[in-house]
Each structure stands twice: as structure tokens, then as C-alpha cells.
């Protein structure tokens, strides 16, 4: 087998595989020889059908998918061996030759293939980003203190002319209601069921500020990366091969969405070896833990046990998209972290309605 390829221009270039005798004849008589083995036809007994009859039914379909797979693994050898860094896959460039496996012993394969352009995506101590901190207020403490006697108040109708509606009566701010807040290591009196709150709340807070650091953290990247070139040309083509439902009048609405996902996803992978950061098994699941208790949590289930957090979250791993998902966002956390360390951080306090207007 033979590989060659152009010289790359505007990030393109044309792969050319051509396939020999020497190359296949061994394996396509090898495998003709196994479906001969298992071949019925009527008038044969098994095993027994002519090896010519057998060549002239099957072997133009044995011959294609082992050209087929010949083609895959050379192409995968020269990628390989280059070191290219191709975006999404070669694709059958349309200048190929005809392939006519009835008169043809030698088989020429034309391929496009792209390449991923030169870029920085590193920041540095000239890029500013904020660390927020949200002040957390006797307000706000007081607020959440109201939700906590109102869940777990008591409901009693109430009519209302022609109808009937549900009054909640508070609960007391007690002992139960810390026991029933908090579990078995309740606070033991108002001022520190409080302190709980409202540690609480700022840790909730602290997470929202989490991720307000890592979308501008995002948007300083990308931004290092809006000049970049990029072979649109293919990828448009690529797109459209690989999604047979798609027009290209709908590509053409969200290729730009599609393209800032390329660019953020070459990026990641960049700072990952310049930071030299790997994603652990341990990484993974406990941040699914992490998921599985916010879920909990949303549905007022605040102390589970951590066996069923744990049983919750391996479930939630096993599903393909999940496990995808949870292990880009926590690559994409321990990036933003390592930028604390690298980029000039500013560190503000504001209040909750200040921090909410920064997303407005």
C-alpha cells in the first residue's frame, strides 16, 4: 500500500492510498475461503459449493470491505505517523476515481483531509479576570429561614367564597425544625441554626460565582482565538456528510455556534497538556456525586445517605452522554482553576442583586 500526500494549503490537502494485489489477495482468499465453508446451495452439500461459483457470488463484496478496511487503517497509519491533528475525518474528495472492481487489480483512494490551524490559547498575567463574592445578608438568612417554617409548616383549608385554598402555618423556629432542616447534627439553638443558613447560602452563592469566573474565564480564551483561520470550506462539507438530516440552510444558521464549540474544544485540549492536567476517575465521580446531591436537594431532600448518593451517581455514569458530559465539565473546572493561579486575578464582593445584573 501506498500513501501520499499534497502539500497542505489553506489548512487542506489531498491523501492519495493506492491498494496492490500484494496488499488484499491473501485476506480476500481467506475470507472467500470461510464463506465457502459455511456457503448452502442447493445441489451442494455444505462446504461443498465450486470455489469459483463461490468467488463469482461473493467476491466482489468480500473484495470491497476488505479494500474498505485497508483504506481505514492506512489512513489512520498516516495520521498517526504525521502527527496531523485533523479536524473531524477525511472525507472522499471529489476528484476520485471511479472504482471498478470488475476489470481493476489496482485501486487508487483520493481523500481531503484538514488540519487544525497554530493558536495560544494560554492566558497570562496580562489577562484580568474577577473572582466575585457575594455578600450574604440578614435578609437573605432571614428569607430562608421563612421557606424552611413554611416547608415544613402545617396545611389547613381555607374557604375562599366558591372555592377552598390551602393556608401554611409556619412552623416554630425550634429544635424540630433544626432536626428536620438539618439531620441528626442539628444546630443546637436559633443563632446558630442561622450561622448554618447562612453558610449555606454562601456556599450555594460560591458556586454561582464559580461559574461566573469560568464563562469569563471561557470568553478571555476564545477571544485569544476569533482571529484563528479555520478550512470552513470543509468543515461545512464534513458537517453536512456526517448529518444526513441536516439542509444547508440550517448549517449555515448555526455554523458559527458550531465553530466556537470547535475552537473552545482545541483549546481545552491545548491547556490540558500546558497545565498538564488530567482528569481522574475519582475527579469524575465525585463531581457526579456532587450532581446527584444538588438534585436531591432540589427536591427538599437535603441529608442522603451517602450510599445512595453514591449508587445515584454510578447509574448517572453509566449513560454515555453523562459520563461525556461530566468529564468535559470537569476538565474545563480544573482549567478555570489553574488560570487562579496564572492569570491576574481581581477579588470583589458585591451584593446578590449586583451579581445577578452581570448576567443581564
Known sequence: MKI??????????????????????????KQLKQVRQKAQMPGFRPGMVPAGLVKKMYGKGVLADELNKKVGEGLQKHIEDNKLQILGE???????????????DTFTFLFDIAVAPEFDAKLNGKNKLTQYTIDVTDEMVQKQV????????????????????AKVTPCAIDA???AKVYGPDAPKDEAEFRARVKADIAESLQKDCEYKFGVDAKAAILKKMEKVEFPVDFLKRWVLATNEKMTAEELEKDFD???????????KDQLLKEYNINVEKE?????????????????GLMHVDDQYLTSYANEMLKQENQLRNIVERVAENKIYEALKGIAKIEQKKISHEEFGKLFS
Open 176 to 178: 424540630e425544625l433544626f
Open 283 to 299: 475527579d469524575v465521580e465525585a463531581f457526579a456525586k456532587e450532581v446527584a446531591r444538588l438534585q436531591f436537594t432540589q427536591y
Open 90 to 104: 477525511p472525507l472522499p474528495s471529489e476528484n476520485s476515481p471511479k472504482i471498478d472492481l470488475d476489470h481493476e
Open 146 to 165: 421563612e421557606a424552611y417554617a413554611n416547608r415544613y409548616g402545617e396545611y389547613t383549608p381555607e374557604d375562599k367564597e366558591k372555592g377552598i385554598e
Open 257 to 267: 455556534k458550531m465553530l466556537e464549540e470547535l475552537k473552545w474544544h482545541l483549546a
Open 4 to 29: 501520499e500526500q499534497s502539500e497542505l494549503k489553506d489548512l487542506t490537502a489531498v491523501v492519495t492510498v493506492t491498494i496492490e494485489p500484494a496488499d488484499y489477495q491473501e485476506e480476500v482468499a
